[in-house]
């Protein structure tokens, strides 16, 4: 029962952890996509995105820490992780894939499938693996991970549509309309975000 305990403990603590101090667009700048851009067109649905990269860094997890255990015992781990990470990718999405299309009447299947490719083949996903490779996480916390990164890309692409929205206001000086304060504003979430790490500036 106290492993239960403990493995369960665990999950969360590097789910948080990945969400909040590590997160991966704003304390790690990775995640962001071409198709969901932290600037991007009012289109695409990032709320759909991000649950779709969510379940793929879930998926990847328990595959990805089998394989980059054995990894890790070999001389060559560090030009084999990324071929075989990408194999990784490739089988949860073929799965994905496959699920998506056998179903019928499935919600959204076509946006789904429109964006899989995008969503599993994206840094996020694949820095998700890395890290808990190179830092030996136990499956647990490969999981919590996963799914922190996921829920954090998610959580960072949803405060920044929210940003542009409330941004346009005529209140923002002419010159920094647009762009330019929507990156002042990722800057400052950064800043904030990379502050959890208890990183401080050199003098």
Same mark, same amino acid.
């Given at each position: 029962?106290?492993a239960?305990?403990?493995?369960? *403990? ?10 909040f101090?590590?997160?991966? $667009?704003?304390?790690?700048?990775t995640?962001? /996509? ?10 695409? *649905?990032?709320?759909l ?8 860094? $879930?998926?990847?997890?328990?595959? *990805?820490?089998l394989?980059?255990?054995?990894l ?12 075989? !990470?990408? +194999?990784?990718? !490739? ?7 496959? $699920?998506?299309?056998c ?15 995008n ?8 820095g ?5 490779t ?11 991970? /996963? ?9 960072? $692409?949803?405060?920044?549509?929210? +940003?542009?929205?409330r941004?346009?206001? *005529? +209140?923002?000086?002419g ?6 304060i929507?990156?002042i ?12 790490t208890?990183?401080?500036? +050199?003098?």
């Amino acid at each position: 029962m106290n492993a239960v305990i403990s493995a369960v *403990s665990t999950f969360f603590v590097y789910a948080l952890m990945a969400l909040f101090a590590q997160n991966t $667009v704003l304390a790690r700048g990775t995640g962001v /996509s071409r198709l969901v851009q932290l600037v991007g067109d009012d289109d695409t *649905s990032s709320l759909l995105f991000g649950l779709l990269l969510s379940v793929i860094c $879930v998926l990847n997890a328990p595959l *990805s820490w089998l394989i980059g255990t054995q990894l890790n015992k070999l001389e060559l781990r560090a030009m084999l992780r990324p071929l075989v !990470f990408v +194999a990784c990718t !490739f089988a949860v999405c073929g799965l994905l894939w496959l $699920v998506l299309t056998c179903v019928q009447n499935f919600p959204y299947k076509d946006r789904l499938l429109k964006m899989l490719p995008n969503a599993g083949f994206n840094t996020c996903v694949v820095g998700a693996m890395l890290v808990t490779t190179v830092q030996r996480f136990t499956l647990a916390q490969t999981i919590g991970y /996963s799914l922190g990164s996921g829920v954090g890309y998610l959580i960072a $692409v949803l405060m920044v549509a929210e +940003a542009r929205r409330r941004l346009r206001s *005529s +209140a923002v000086p002419g010159p920094f309309r647009g762009l330019p304060i929507v990156m002042i504003y990722i800057g400052i979430l950064a800043m904030a975000v990379y502050g959890f790490t208890g990183h401080t500036v +050199a003098i």
